[in-house]
């Protein structure tokens, strides 16, 4: 067995070359026509992403943090207003809420799902706000202000529990804008309505992004908004462009947020073979599972319950001692990664905020115990066992370091072939 193997966390560079030919012909057609900023690459996207996610409009934007920003504002999120979210996700999350001049506050998640925790969303609501007597809306006593709107994260590319959410959203009258950056393709079967339905297609607006290494990646930074409403779609129409639907008549101040003709129709390109990208991230999971069955527990797979069928942007499983596992893993020539090690609360730039450890119980725990190993459409069953048989050598030792096992017994595990 060589001590020195080469899995990439991962692969950009196969998937593009496979398809050099397509992204070039998008190039010269972009040339060809100079539409730079909009045009027809940017509509045929956006009717073809729309159609993907069960969603009546799609707006391409610069960014999966415009997307969110604009999803906000447009569903109606007013400034000074509070928006609930989860504490373990990209700072965009939350840059956004502040951006739409709202205030965030966070619930923690489920223990082992890691997406926001719907009775703990309940508890937040009745513990943790007050309706006020003057204007009989729930508020937040930590931020003093209206509870408006909540944004579940479809985290890894898992949905949250949605129907849960949703429930509880209609109940309390609470806008829900979910941030499926990392969710394109996942689905949910909602128990309520008897059917799969499909991340970005659920709350009243939904953000993607379309960073490189997302599940669809622009060659460059692009994102954008789903959603049924047409009032969020032109508003985000606007909020993109100046405030502005006609050249130079702007209804309001708006923004530069524009996606790029050309990563339009790159993303267009790559759309098609999403469906295909999806399956084989689904198939690379099951492997997975199957291979770190044999660890016996020492790795924690993700928890993927019967309602769900995630879209696998990242593989993250749950391990003691991980920050030593992944030194080990590095010097393997294995890349990993961690989604991510600091929760939001305990962020240098909300250290204002008042927040303190021990805040956000799991999502703190999980903090010091995730690790993203290599996944990606291409990623091979050879490439996983290598995965796999270093993350067993490196706990082994770990094991006969801790416990010697006695003279005379042979090693506690053969490695797994
Ligand atoms: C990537 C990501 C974003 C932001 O997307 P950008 O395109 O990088 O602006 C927001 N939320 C989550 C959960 C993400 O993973």
Known sequence: MTSHSNVPFVDLVTLHREMRDELTSVMDEVLRTASFIG??????????????????????????????????????????????????????????????????????????????????????????????????????????????????????????DMDSILELAERYRLLVIEDACQA?????????????????????????????????????????????????????????????????????????GRMDGLQAGFLRAKLKYLPEWVEMRRAAAKRYGDLLASLQGRVLPPHEPSWAKPAWHLYVVRVENRDELQKQLASAGIGTGIHYPVPLHLQDAYGSHNFKQ????????????????????????????????????????DTMREDPVPAGTSSPRAPIQ
């Open 39 to 160: 045009g027809p690459m940017l509509e045929g996207f956006e009717e073809d992403f729309g159609r993907y996610c069960d969603s009546k409009f799609c707006v391409g934007v610069s960014s999966g943090t415009d997307a969110l920003r604009f999803a906000l504002i447009g569903a109606g999120v007013k400034p000074g207003e509070t928006v609930v979210t989860v504490p373990n996700t990209f700072i965009a999350t939350t840059e956004a809420i502040s951006q739409a001049g709202a205030r965030f506050d966070f619930v923690d998640v489920d223990e082992r799902t890691l997406n926001l925790d719907p009775g703990k969303l309940e508890e937040y609501l009745l513990d943790r706000c007050y309706i006020d007597r003057h204007t009989g809306r729930i508020s937040s006593r930590r931020t003093g202000s209206p509870v408006t709107a909540v944004v579940p994260v479809h985290l890894y590319g898992q949905t949250a």
């Open 184 to 256: 394109h393709g996942a689905e949910y079967f909602s128990a309520k309505e008897n059917r799969w339905r499909k991340a970005g297609s659920m709350g009243v607006a939904a953000a993607f992004s379309f960073y490189p290494a997302k599940n669809l990646g622009a060659l460059g930074e692009g994102g954008a908004i789903t959603t049924d409403c047409e009032l969020i779609a032109t508003t985000s129409r606007k909020l993109r462009q100046h405030g502005e639907l006609k050249r130079y008549h702007h209804e309001m101040e708006g923004y530069n």
């Open 358 to 397: 021990g805040d956000f119980p799991v999502a703190e725990r999980a903090a010091a115990e995730i690790l993203s190993i290599p996944m990606y459409p291409q990623l091979n069953f050879s490439l996983q066992r290598e995965v796999v048989q270093a993350l067993h050598r490196f706990l082994i030792q």
